[in-house]
Each structure stands twice: as structure tokens, then as C-alpha cells.
T-cell receptor
Framework: KQEVTQIPAALSVPEGENLVLNCSFT??????LQWFRQDPGKGLTSLLL?????REQTSGRLNASLDKSSGRSTLYIAASQPGDSATYLC????????????FGDGTTLTVKP | SQTIHQWPATLVQPVGSPLSLECTVE??????LYWYRQAAGRGLQLLFY??????ISSEVPQNLSASRPQDRQFILSSKKLLLSDSGFYLC?????????????FGQGTRLTVV
């Protein structure tokens, strides 16, 4: 059974700092890994999707990497802003049905002005 | 473009009452549909998924059921709510073909059973 762990559970940084969120998973037989953002009381917004054959994906100030053999992914946020404050969830998909993912518990990020 | 709608946004229901949450997808046909539940401060747990009309798979035993009466409509139901059914419920969809697709989520329903 796939297990996904996100460390740290919470992170507080000053504005402008670069930061890394970590995601680890126990079963390396995955199709893809997806990073989501969740604002309080809201749904999930997809940030980046990394296919199992890819090493990284970039979108603006976000860069996600995947090391499938070691069961790890990182989400790098450059030049953090207060608007980046949210919970970030990692989801690992080991099934051909893209929505049948296993989620971590998330990292709650606070960026202080 | 594709959109997903979920309603209601919030719901307070007494123990023992029935439940019906609805989710619809626009702009695509034959999507895979999913219901997730999120406990406070936790990640998401997959409850049900559907690959077609009338086809429902349950991931965890529980007090809830799901139905797909139309291609782009997914309904989460209960005959009698329990306190433990409280939580944040999210509907999601993905394309049915191809391995390399992503999941798209609705805005969720906050259910409080009192």
C-alpha cells in the first residue's frame, strides 16, 4: 500500500526567501506525481504534474523534481510572497485512473511580510 | 474549457438525516469521476470513483454511497448520517483515456453533522 509523507508539516518563512517542500513515497511504481495548493476551506488547485519518466517541471517561481527510484519529490518555491501562504499537498498516482491518488497530509506554508 | 461544480458549499445536518451532494463536470465527455474526503489537517482519502454511467467502485467501507446517473454527474449519498461523516468532501475528474493525465478538483463541500 502506497504511503505518502510530507515534511515539514508546517513552515513559516519571511517574504523573499527561497524554500523547499518535501514529499516521500514508499512505492516507486508510479505513473505521475502531482503538487496541489489548497487555500483554507477551498478546493485543490493543481500546480505541477510530473510524469514518471520526467525529472522535473517548472511553472513560474515553482519547480518540482521527482526521483522515482528513491521515492522523493521536492517543490521549490523561489522568492516567496505572502500570497504563497497555503497548504501544499503532494499526490502520488500509481493507477491508470489519474484521480486514484494517494495524498500526503500536506505542508502548511506561512510567508510573513 | 472544462469546469467542475460542486454544491452545496456548506451543509449542517443532524445525525440520522439523509445526505445528497452533487457534482457535475462541463466541457468534456466520459470523464472519470471521484469523491474524496478530507479530515481536518489531513490529506485526502479516496472514497469512490467511477469510470462510466452506473459504474461505481468503493475504496473504503463506510456509511456513504455514490451514484452516477448521467455521464457528467456524480452524487454522494447517505441514508442516515453519523457524526463521523463530518468532513470536507471534494469531487474530482480526470480524462478517461491515456495514462498521463492529471486530476482536477471542485471547490468542496464542508459537511458538519450535529
Amino acid at each position: 500500500k502506497q504511503e505518502v509523507t510530507q515534511i515539514p508539516a508546517a513552515l513559516s518563512v519571511p517574504e523573499g526567501e527561497n524554500l523547499v517542500l518535501n514529499c516521500s513515497f514508499t512505492d516507486s511504481a508510479i505513473y505521475n506525481l502531482q503538487w496541489f495548493r489548497q487555500d483554507p476551506g477551498k478546493g485543490l488547485t493543481s500546480l505541477l504534474l510530473i510524469q514518471s519518466s520526467q525529472r522535473e517541471q517548472t511553472s513560474g517561481r515553482l519547480n518540482a523534481s521527482l526521483d522515482k527510484s528513491s521515492g522523493r519529490s521536492t517543490l521549490y518555491i523561489a522568492a516567496s510572497q505572502p500570497g504563497d501562504s497555503a497548504t501544499y499537498l503532494c499526490a502520488v498516482n500509481g493507477d491508470t485512473n489519474a484521480g486514484k491518488s494517494t495524498f500526503g497530509d500536506g505542508t502548511t506554508l506561512t510567508v510573513k511580510p | 474549457s472544462q469546469t467542475i461544480h460542486q454544491w452545496p458549499a456548506t451543509l449542517v445536518q443532524p445525525v440520522g438525516s439523509p445526505l445528497s451532494l452533487e457534482c457535475t463536470v462541463e466541457g468534456t465527455s466520459n470523464p472519470n469521476l471521484y469523491w474524496y474526503r478530507q479530515a481536518a489537517g489531513r490529506g485526502l482519502q479516496l472514497l469512490f470513483y467511477s469510470v462510466g454511467i452506473g459504474q461505481i467502485s468503493s475504496e473504503v467501507p463506510q456509511n456513504l454511497s455514490a451514484s452516477r446517473p448521467q455521464d457528467r454527474q456524480f452524487i454522494l449519498s447517505s441514508k442516515k448520517l453519523l457524526l463521523s461523516d463530518s468532513g470536507f468532501y471534494l469531487c474530482a475528474w480526470s480524462w478517461s483515456s491515456g495514462f498521463y493525465t492529471e486530476a482536477f478538483f471542485g471547490q468542496g463541500t464542508r459537511l458538519t453533522v450535529v
